[in-house]
């Protein structure tokens, strides 16, 4: 069975990412393969590992960790097929947790597969192209998918016709939806 991990990349208190996480692994919890029985989703947030700043003597590539935390950590990560990366923009990158927890590992990282959300004011965009090259240093496949727009307008229309489409649920992760005031 194929395994996937929606990580939520923030640990920042009052974070919008859980949300985000929670609505990103129910849409996919809708695709045919998890329905069928071939797949499962499920959301890992980096707030319940408590990795503190990258504290391993050993270059992560050697895999030999000393700290409980990493081979919590590696064990986690070891045990998925694929990811969906759920990303705010920090400074027009990822934040520093997300980074980090990349950091302390790297063959439990190699081979695989991984999708992206971006959320923020500007829709995460930059913190995705960050993310991209990270992730191709730890051997990971960034999947090109096309850059959605929100449909929580209740006039959207559908792109192969002029007539107008029922509204989608509002998206949790729509920028327009975000206050500049409110922390990400």
């Avoid at 194929?2 to 695709?31: D, K, M, N, Y």
């Avoid at 097929?81 to 190699?110: C, M, Q, R």
């Amino acid at each position: 069975m194929i395994r996937i991990a929606v990580i939520v990349g923030s640990t920042r208190p009052g974070r919008r990412g859980e949300a985000v996480a929670r609505w990103v692994a129910e849409v996919a919890g809708r695709h045919a393969a998890v329905t069928a029985g071939e797949a499962t989703v499920e959301v890992v947030d980096l707030a319940e590992y408590g990795l503190p700043l990258l504290d391993e003597p050993v270059p992560a590539a050697f895999g030999q960790y000393r700290n409980a935390h990493t081979v919590r950590w590696a064990a986690t990560i070891d045990s998925f097929d694929g990811f969906v990366f759920v990303t705010p923009e920090y400074n027009h990158s990822v934040p520093a947790a997300l980074k980090n927890a990349i950091d302390f590992l790297y063959a439990e990282w190699n081979d695989k597969a991984a999708g992206f959300v971006g959320y923020g004011i500007q829709g995460g965009i930059r913190a995705v192209e960050h993310l991209r090259l990270t992730l191709a240093e730890v051997k990971i496949a960034g999947v090109q998918t096309p850059r959605s727009r929100c449909r929580c307008s209740p006039t959207s229309s559908s792109p192969t016709s002029s007539s107008p489409t029922p509204p989608t649920p509002p998206n949790p992760a729509c920028a327009h939806r975000l206050s500049t005031r409110r922390r990400l």
